[in-house]
């Protein structure tokens, strides 16, 4: 072996650093590389290559693909009595328990003790700011059971602006899936901001469920069940996260 060739005793598989990658699983991995479609440094890479990842460049189908393990990106179905906080003095049940710990990662805005839904967790500090500011504008849907059933004049008032304690609201997207049941779509992420809205018109929430963050969805996943991101995934939720510049810090309504 001369001194440019790789070193393949070294470094991590490719197929597991591209599973890890969001590409797909190992085995989904292993198809694309014996397949030829992976490349590493420029080269073509074969079945059994390990790769540096802090040092090669990986891609698929030309495509640079990121697989450092530094940022990790996890959507978690948070079920209702969980809080989320990384640490809780009270000793409640918290997210970050629900994920594995390694590498550390925090909740991505705040759904209260009680609401349910989806929740990203990551160590990623520039996507998490852009995720929770306003100014970027990533939207965030929820599923409302209320009390009642609201009156054309309340639906009115949920999409034009409600005025609560902390100023009025943004317009916001609802529709009446049922008698009792809003969709309710907002873009800034004010405390408690959806049951606050709901209770200003009169009809208290009995249960709330966040169905999804900017283009993240999974109805397939159940409550307590977590996954990570996939490439796709993760680069759709840029793209969107990127459409503003926003300063200071905000948080994800709830």
């Known amino acids: 072996m001369n001194g440019d060739s790789p070193i393949e005793h070294e470094g991590e598989r490719l197929q597991k ?4 990658g969001g590409i797909g699983s190992r085995r989904t991995c292993e198809d694309l590389i014996a397949a030829g479609r992976v490349t590493v ?3 073509v890479a074969v079945l059994g290559r ?9 891609a698929l189908d030309g495509t640079v693909v990121s697989v450092n393990p530094t940022f990790v990106y996890r959507l978690l179905n948070k079920p209702a009595g969980v809080v ?5 003095t009270h000793g409640r049940p918290i997210v970050t328990e629900l994920v594995p710990g390694d590498p550390l990662v925090h909740p991505v805005g705040r759904l209260d003790m009680e609401t349910e839904g989806l929740l ?9 700011h852009r995720l929770t500011h306003p100014s970027f504008g990533v939207p965030k849907e929820y599923l409302a059971e209320v009390q009642g059933s609201p009156s054309r004049s309340a639906l009115r008032t949920l999409r034009e602006g409600v005025e609560l304690d902390d100023g009025r609201t943004a ?7 049922s008698e009792n049941l809003l969709r309710i779509t907002i873009h800034e992420g004010r405390n408690r901001q959806v049951r606050r809205m709901c209770e200003a018109v009169g009809h208290p929430v009995v249960r709330l469920v966040r169905t999804r963050i900017g283009t993240l969805r999974d109805p397939e996943l159940s409550p307590g069940e977590w996954r990570d991101l996939t490439l796709d995934e993760l680069r759709a939720l840029e793209r ?3 459409g503003a510049t926003g300063t200071g810090k905000g948080r994800a309504g709830r």
């Open 41 to 43: 440094n420029g080269e």
């Open 171 to 177: 317009p916001a997207k609802v529709a009446l899936r």
């Open 17 to 20: 650093v591209l599973a890890r």
């Open 84 to 88: 989320t906080t990384a640490a809780d």
């Open 120 to 128: 990203l967790l990551t160590n990623d500090g520039t996507l998490t």
């Open 50 to 58: 390990r790769v540096d990842v802090d040092h090669d460049e990986v």
């Open 240 to 242: 969107e996260a990127s």
